[in-house]
């Protein structure tokens, strides 16, 4: 496909795309020719705009106007005119302040990830938490609340902790939940909450001896699982969306608004782009119809080799790929440093 742009047709979509991530604005050749050194007329200009619209990589929304880029203008852009910009030394030291003054449990990692990506590019971000299912389980502790009621702390190499106020049974002292917990964490360590066995839970079974303390067991590991089933998401800079010029008109952007808080099929959405590496969906090439006009950057981060979530970037279609890329591909990278963090 590239074959049929030669470098000056190549300079000029550049230009003509840049121009137009910059203003919102339809752009001219006169105004190319004022702006960029192309080296050539603004009659020349004209032309290979003509051509880039015929070939489908500009569009023309009046006759009277300039032209704007096609998804197939911004792909290729995306793919072989630009290189994500390096994040400054500056933005790193910021975004680290950000982290280490906001955050203090593993949850609001993700959640300062999200307000971070939105902040940064102006644009709505999502942050996919993994399921808790997928991390290992690390230890079972018990904290005294009072005579009757324990505080059980249910932590995973990952860092996610689960609490619960638990009720004693009646004769059970704080003495016998301490040593529940070790038999729980020495049949249990290494095996990920998804994957803990029947015959795992029976042999603690078999050394607790108690089937109340059991019971009181198993609750803990079954609320653990399901929370854990469940992943998160979370989502930055709605507000951000309606600061756009293309989306001033409340209307034209309900329904992409109304689907950003259909949850599950957000999840999908990211499902669908969850792989290796970052990957830029643009315009039509959206499955969805409400994010036609709206391009997805998506990126998915890894802990220890294991595919962890995805974090990404949706915006208009006139949206600074350069800066977002490069903010994700930090933040990729930026975000297992800070889940580590949590490592007990």
């Given at each position: 496909?590239?074959?049929?742009?030669?470098?000056?047709?190549?300079?000029?979509?550049?230009?003509?795309?840049?121009?137009?991530?910059?203003?919102?604005?339809?752009?001219?050749?006169?105004?190319?020719?004022?702006?960029?050194?192309?080296?050539?007329?603004?009659?020349?200009?004209?032309?290979?705009?003509?051509?880039?619209?015929?070939?489908?990589?500009?569009?023309?929304?009046?006759?009277?106007?300039?032209?704007?880029?096609?998804?197939?203008?911004?792909?290729?852009?995306?793919?072989?005119?630009?290189?994500?910009?390096?994040?400054?030394?500056?933005?790193?030291?910021?975004?680290?302040?950000?982290?280490?003054?906001?955050?203090?449990?593993?949850?609001?990692?993700?959640?300062?990830?999200?307000?971070?990506?939105?902040?940064?590019?102006?644009?709505?971000?999502?942050?996919?938490?993994?399921?808790?299912?997928?991390?290992?389980?690390?230890?079972?502790?018990?904290?005294?609340?009072?005579?009757?009621?324990?505080?059980?702390?249910?932590?995973?190499?990952?860092?996610?902790?689960?609490?619960k106020i638990l009720e004693m049974p009646s004769g059970a002292t704080f003495e016998d939940?301490?040593?529940?917990?070790?038999?729980?964490?020495?049949?249990?360590?290494?095996?990920?909450?998804?994957?803990?066995?029947?015959?795992?839970?029976?042999?603690?079974?078999?050394?607790?001896?108690?089937?109340?303390?059991?019971?009181?067991?198993?609750?803990?590991?079954?609320?653990?699982?399901?929370?854990?089933?469940?992943?998160?998401?979370?989502?930055?800079?709605?507000?951000?969306?309606?600061?756009?010029?293309?989306?001033?008109?409340?209307?034209?952007?309900?329904?992409?608004?109304?689907?950003?808080?259909?949850?599950?099929?957000?999840?999908?959405?990211?499902?669908?782009?969850?792989?290796?590496?970052?990957?830029?969906?643009?315009?039509?090439?959206?499955?969805?119809?409400?994010?036609?006009?709206?391009?997805?950057?998506?990126?998915?981060?890894?802990?220890?080799?294991?595919?962890?979530?995805?974090?990404?970037?949706?915006?208009?279609?006139?949206?600074?790929?350069?800066?977002?890329?490069?903010?994700?591909?930090?933040?990729?990278?930026?975000?297992?440093?800070?889940?580590?963090?949590?490592?007990?």
């Open positions: 496909m590239s074959d049929e742009l030669d470098a000056r047709k190549k300079r000029v979509l550049r230009a003509v795309i840049d121009d137009y991530i910059e203003s919102a604005e339809p752009v001219g050749s006169r105004t190319l020719a004022r702006k960029y050194d192309l080296g050539v007329s603004p009659a020349t200009i004209r032309n290979e705009m003509a051509d880039l619209e015929m070939l489908g990589y500009l569009e023309q929304l009046h006759t009277s106007s300039g032209r704007i880029p096609s998804s197939k203008g911004y792909r290729f852009y995306v793919d072989g005119l630009i290189s994500p910009k390096p994040v400054s030394d500056e933005e790193k030291e910021r975004i680290d302040k950000w982290y280490r003054a906001r955050v203090r449990r593993i949850e609001e990692v993700f959640q300062e990830t999200a307000r971070i990506i939105s902040q940064v590019t102006k644009n709505v971000s999502l942050v996919l938490a993994p399921q808790m299912t997928q991390a290992q389980f690390r230890c079972l502790q018990f904290l005294p609340l009072d005579d009757r009621r324990v505080i059980t702390v249910l932590m995973t190499d990952a860092g996610f902790i689960e609490n939940f301490q040593r529940m917990a070790k038999v729980i964490n020495m049949r249990l360590e290494g095996h990920t909450l998804r994957t803990i066995e029947q015959h795992s839970l029976t042999e603690i079974r078999d050394e607790i001896r108690d089937e109340s303390l059991y019971e009181a067991a198993l609750e803990i590991i079954h609320r653990a699982l399901d929370s854990g089933r469940r992943e998160r998401l979370y989502l930055g800079g709605t507000t951000q969306m309606l600061e756009q010029p293309e989306f001033h008109d409340v209307e034209k952007v309900k329904d992409t608004l109304l689907m950003l808080e259909e949850e599950e099929l957000m999840k999908d959405i990211l499902h669908a782009h969850m792989g290796d590496g970052l990957e830029v969906t643009i315009g039509q090439e959206n499955e969805d119809k409400h994010f036609k006009d709206s391009s997805i950057i998506t990126a998915t981060y890894h802990l220890d080799g294991e595919l962890l979530g995805t974090i990404a970037v949706l915006g208009p279609t006139r949206m600074e790929y350069a800066k977002a890329m490069s903010l994700l591909e930090y933040m990729n990278q930026n975000l297992t440093d800070v889940i580590k963090r949590f490592h007990w």
